[in-house]
Structures are given as structure tokens and as C-alpha cells.
């Protein structure tokens, strides 16, 4: 997820080392508000987004590409695995 994050920096023409940076920084932000608080991520989203404001762009390109589906699936699946991994070494 960082990697996509400063690719997406990059191609707007931000310098490698500093899209690193931000991608990794605003993962350990949202981590940390997550860890912190005690809300809802969704409510803590709700807090930092404004209305017309890049966070919400950000928010709705991601819903377009289908991230939140691909996230939840890839738990689902690395979970199946690990459990059928697990039982084949029983």
C-alpha cells in the first residue's frame, strides 16, 4: 500500500524519496489515530474529511477502484490459507 501510495506521488511529479516519506507517514498517521482513539475508523474518517476537500477525492477514487472489497478479501483469503496451512501439518 505505501509502494501505491508514492507511485500514484511520483506520477505527479513528487520526487521518490519524499513520496516514501508522505505514503508512510500518512499509514502511520491513520494507524495511530486508529490505536489512539477510541472511535470508529469511520468516524475518525468522518473528522478529517471536508467537504470538496482532497481527502474525500482521495476516499471516493479508492471506493472507484474497489480497494475497500480487495483489502476485506485479502484478509478472507490469507486467513482460509493460513488455517488450511495449519491443519496440513496436524
Do not use: F, W, Y
Not at 24 to 45: F, S
Request: net charge negative; glycine share 8%.
Amino acid at each position: 500500500m505505501v509502494e501505491s501510495l508514492a507511485d500514484g506521488a511520483l506520477s505527479m511529479g513528487m520526487p521518490r524519496r519524499m513520496a516514501i516519506e508522505i505514503a508512510a507517514q500518512t499509514m502511520l498517521g491513520a494507524a495511530t489515530m486508529v490505536l489512539q482513539d477510541e472511535r470508529h475508523p469511520a468516524e475518525l474518517r468522518d473528522s478529517v474529511t471536508t467537504p470538496g476537500g482532497c481527502t474525500i477525492a482521495g476516499l471516493l477514487a479508492m471506493e472507484e477502484g474497489n480497494v475497500r472489497h480487495a483489502l476485506a478479501r485479502t484478509i478472507q483469503e490469507a486467513t482460509k490459507k493460513a488455517a488450511s496451512s495449519g491443519e496440513a501439518k496436524k
